[in-house]
RNA sequence: GUGGGUGUAGCUCAGUUGGUUAGAGCGUCAGGUUGUGGCCCUGAAGGUCGUGGGUUCGAGACCCAUCACCCACCCCA
């Protein structure tokens, strides 16, 4: 084989996109309710903007991002996200200063170079919602009530909510400081994977998988210790809120995002059904973000979930039916003449809304009843070149297996109500 | 980047301790007499056994290399 799919990637096939349109269709549905407008941003930017906006000490813009130069010798990165692709538009459209509160979401692929395992590919989709204006938590809350809603809505119950405050930068730097003096003397007995995390953020300490590392953070000062009363308040403020809207969550004082620009509220949502990559979804606030990228200080909370995780997790609950409208009407016909008037027939219930197909492969009746059940066609329309005249033909329907001769209008009335609604299971 | 696993027909897989013309199921195509599908029956097409070397009288099976995919580490959605 020639060619193949780059490392990564992977091609969404017919028999496929079903279920991505019927997810689609559930996020635009939860969107619309929260009241969240679809945004839509440049797959690309200014690797400049990545590299500020998730920040320099970062996995994803240290190793994992899509650069390359441009003929006009500008360095441009495939996005590994879209928040700040988001907030750049955000700026640059001065949507603040057109209202006081933007709500945004998006649906679409992001870029990230890394090996691939179940639930990690090159190219995935992400979708996910952006509240820029308020400070006020109870919109952290709403975020992950959104997140949230669209799981319920594809059937999902089995999912985590781990919810944290990673505080501010200045509750940071008091807390690092303190970290540090418990964890420097013993810095050599960490694994390796983990030592150098002691030096460039030893907050990320708290969530590495290894037994050995979490044994000697026994007793280790936690960010909540720390925490002033402002960031606590917002935080009990979350909570409450949550559990006011009947969403679980578990504290887990031990979450820490990756990219580098949230501030007080995290969380991450998680599946069992996953494998190690279990979290379908993760966001939180970012209330410095917006300045950093060169607009006015805006206070800000979103989030991002993996769409190819949640049709995983969807597809091992079973979640199979999706919905697809069958098709109306196969028109078959054998002769020359037979044939051109399917053609005619196939336009005239096209015109009036009917999904139609016919046989362009010479093939024989039979066969043409074949494909027709094939494409699990609710009517087969039989052109026999006796009828042509009478402009009256037989059509059978191939679940009952009833069949009657009728005209045109006739046939359209009759195949007006669709068999099955086309709604989910 | 580091491990482990797997590569045989379009798909899912069998192929005994290396031994003749490499198999099955599903799918595809054509038939099963009188203008009608699904089920069933018959038949057909379809494979440089991932690729390149090597061992051997003989390799789909063994060895080396390489590539691809999967899973895990790491990180994250």
Redesign the pocket.
Known sequence: MKY?????TVDILPSETGKWIYLEEIIRNVMARFNYKEIRVPMFEATELFARGIGEG???VNK?MYTFTDQGSRSITLRP?ATASVVRCYIEESLGKKAPLTKVYYIGPMF?Q????????RQ?H?FGAEALGSADPRIDAEIIAVSVQVLKDCGINQYEVALNSVATPQVRAKHREKLLEFVRPIASQFPE?DRE?IDRNPL?LF????ELTQQLLQGAPLLEEFYDDEVRRDFDIVKETLTRLGIPYASDPRLV???DYYTRTAF?IRSPLL????????GGRYDLLVEELGGDPTPAVGF???M??TLIVMEAIGKSDYGEKPLDVFVIGESEAERKQALLLAKQLRDSGKTVDLDYLA?????Q??????QNARF?L?V?A?DIPGGRF?L?N??S?D?QTLSVDEIIKSIKFPASSGSPS
Do not use: Y
């Open positions: 193949q799919r780059i490392k990564g970062t996995d994803i994992e996200e990230r890394e090996k691939p395992q179940k639930g990690r590919q995935f992400q994977v995390k990320r969530d590495s998988k290894l995002r990756g990219l991450e494998g190690a990559q279990d979290s379908l979804s993760g991002a979930a993996g190819e995780r093939r024989s009746q039979k066969a009843m074949k494909e027709a059940s094939r087969a039989f026999f006796d037989q059978k191939l679940a297996g069949q």
